[in-house]
């Protein structure tokens, strides 16, 4: 299931997946596979990942994505 409030929020800063994997010390595959759902963030990755975005990590970890990330959106 694709992370959409994942993209959108990449987008909103103006990055492409690769300016992010960079800036998070990552791998540009690991990073599109854990956008597209592929593939779940590590703690340690969405610890990267959240502070190159400006978001808290945890939002990879919320059972319910739908209202956490609503919410999400709401504070941003």
Known sequence: MTRQ????????????????????????????MIESGERNATVPNAKKISKVLSFDWTIFFEDECHDSCNKFKEVI
């Open 5 to 32: 409030w994942l993209i959108q929020e990449r987008k909103k800063k103006s990055m492409t997946q690769q300016n992010v994997a960079d800036r998070a010390k990552i791998a540009r595959s690991t990073y599109a």
